[in-house]
C-alpha cells in the first residue's frame, strides 16, 4: 500500500469544532491542508459572500458542505420544509464551490416506528431534489449512516442500500447522485468490498476518515483519530483507489471527550501525522 | 396481527439480572411464563444437576444456553481453549434440555484490525464445535450482533452474513445449525424481511424481543422494554411466523440504568403485559 497522497488530505471543520469557518479556513492554510468541508451553520455565521471569497482566496478545495437531508418529516408541511432547506443547501455548496452536498438523510419522525416509511420518504425527497442539484451542477453524495443511528439520524445505513437508491434515481451514473463512504459508518459491513467495487468512480464521491475506538462510549459523539481504533484504514483506501476514486481523505472527528477538548493547532498536527501513516 | 400466544413468552434470565438462576425459575413459575433462557455463569453457580432438576420439576422450556462461541483469539492456545470451552457448552445444554446453543461468536482479539481474519476464524470455530454438537443433538444457533459490536462482540453482524455462514457449514438445511433473532440487533436492516424468508422455519432458532430506545445511551446495556422504542415488534413477530417460526418469543434485556436497577418481580409483570400488548 503507498501512502495517501498529502495533497488529498481535507479537514471536515466538525474536527476542529472550538473553531468558526473563518478560523478553520486559516488553520487549513496554516498547516497546508488543501481541502476543506464546511458546515452550514457555520457558513451562515460567516456569511456566504465572506466565506466564498476566503476559501478562494486560498486555494481551497472544499470537499463537501454538511449537510442537506433530513427528509421524512410527520407531515407534508414539514417534508415541504425540509425541501426547500435541502434546495436552500443545494444553492449554498454551488455558492462555494463545493464538491458535493452531503445528504446526511434522516431518521424516523418523533413517534414513529415506521422505518420502511422513512425510507420511502427518503427516497422521494432524493427524487424530488435531484432536478435542482443537477441544474446547480451540484453531485449529490448519500451517506449511509451506522446502523445505531438508524432511528434518529439516517434510515439508510448501508453502501449497498445507498446504492440501490443511486441505481433507482440516477440508472445512468451521471454524476449526479453518489455515495460518501465514511469509514466510521461502513467498516463493519461485510458487503463493503464489493459495494465500493460497485459504485465506482462515478458514485464515490467522498471518503471520510477517522477510527472505532474500542470501548466506545457514546453513539455519535465519541469517534477516533486515525490509528487510534480498529478500523484497517489503508485496506478501505486501497478499495476506494482501486475501484477509481481519486479525491480527497477527509477526517471528520466528532469527539466529545478528547478532540474537541484539545487545541484545534494540535488537532490539525495530530491529524496531518496520523494521515501520513495510514 | 393476532396477540402472541401467552404460552409461548420466555424469560432470557439476564433481564432479571438481580437474580439467581433458582429464583429466575421461581419467578417464572410465579408469573406463569413458560420459557427460559439460561447463561453459563449463573447455571455453575446454581449446579448443573440442580439446576437441570428444578427446570425439569417445573416444566419450563429451556428455550436456549447463553453462550458458546468467542471463537477468535490471538494464538492457537487461544483458539483451542475456546473450542474446549464451546463443547463443554454444548454439553450444559445438552444436560439442561436446552432447545439451542446461542453463539455470540467474538470479535476482534485485542490489537488485531484484521476483521476478515477474525470472521475466518469463527468460520473455522463452529466447523470444529458442529460435529459435536450434531452428536448431542444440540442446534447451533448463530447471533448476529448489531454492527455497533462488530469490533469486540460479534463480528457476524447481519442476518446474511450469519445465513451464509449456515449455508455453507450445514447446506442440507438438517437443523443442526441456525441463527438467533434478536430484533435488537437486526431491526435496522434494510435485508431483514428477505433473510428471515430465506431462513426458513429450519434457520430459525430463537427470536428474542426488547426494544431499541431513542436517545441510546449505551452501545452495549441500555435496551429497552418492548413498546419503549422504535422497533415494529409486531412486524418483525410477523415475518417470523411468516417464514414458519413456531417457538417462544424471548425476552433478553441489558438495562443498566433502569430494567436491572427495578424489582425483577415488577419486570416480569411489565414483560408479560407489554408482551400482550405487542
Chains 1, 2 share one sequence.
Not at 444553492?91 to 452536498?101: H, K, S, V
Not at 438508524?150 to 437508491?165: S, V
Not at 479525491?247 to 474537541?260: A, H, K, L, T
Amino acid at each position: 500500500m503507498t501512502p495517501p497522497d498529502p495533497a488529498l488530505l481535507s479537514l471536515n471543520a466538525i474536527t476542529t469544532k472550538k473553531w468558526t469557518l473563518a478560523e478553520a479556513i486559516d488553520g487549513c492554510v496554516r498547516h497546508g491542508i488543501g481541502g476543506i468541508t464546511v458546515w452550514r451553520d457555520r457558513l451562515q455565521e460567516m456569511g456566504l459572500a465572506a466565506a466564498t471569497k476566503a476559501l478562494r482566496a486560498n486555494g481551497l478545495a472544499v470537499t463537501g458542505l454538511c449537510r442537506g437531508g433530513m427528509f421524512p418529516a410527520a407531515d407534508a408541511a414539514g417534508r415541504r420544509a425540509s425541501i426547500e432547506d435541502n434546495y436552500r443547501a443545494i444553492d449554498e455548496a454551488q455558492a462555494i464551490g463545493a464538491r458535493c452536498l452531503i445528504l446526511v438523510v434522516g431518521g424516523m419522525p418523533p413517534g414513529s416506528r415506521d422505518l420502511a416509511g422513512a425510507r420511502e420518504q427518503v427516497k422521494e425527497g432524493i427524487a424530488t431534489i435531484l432536478g435542482r442539484a443537477r441544474e446547480a451542477n451540484m453531485p449529490l453524495a448519500i451517506e449511509p449512516l451506522h446502523p445505531m443511528q438508524a432511528a434518529d439520524r439516517a434510515c439508510i445505513n448501508t453502501l449497498g442500500q445507498a446504492l440501490d437508491l443511486c441505481d433507482l434515481l440516477d440508472p445512468q451514473a451521471t454524476g449526479a447522485l453518489g455515495v460518501a463512504v465514511d469509514v466510521y459508518h461502513v467498516w463493519w459491513d461485510p458487503q463493503l468490498e464489493a459495494q465500493i467495487a460497485r459504485a465506482g468512480a462515478k458514485r464515490l464521491l467522498a471518503h471520510h476518515i477517522c477510527d472505532w475506538l474500542v470501548p466506545t462510549t457514546d453513539l455519535a459523539f465519541d469517534r477516533g483519530m486515525m490509528g487510534d481504533g480498529v478500523i484497517d484504514l489503508p485496506r478501505i483506501r486501497g478499495l476506494m483507489e482501486k475501484a477509481g476514486y481519486r479525491g480527497y481523505n477527509e477526517v471528520e472527528i466528532f469527539s466529545q471527550r478528547d478532540w474537541w477538548q484539545r487545541d484545534p493547532d494540535e488537532v490539525l498536527r495530530a491529524m496531518k501525522q496520523r494521515y501520513a501513516a495510514c
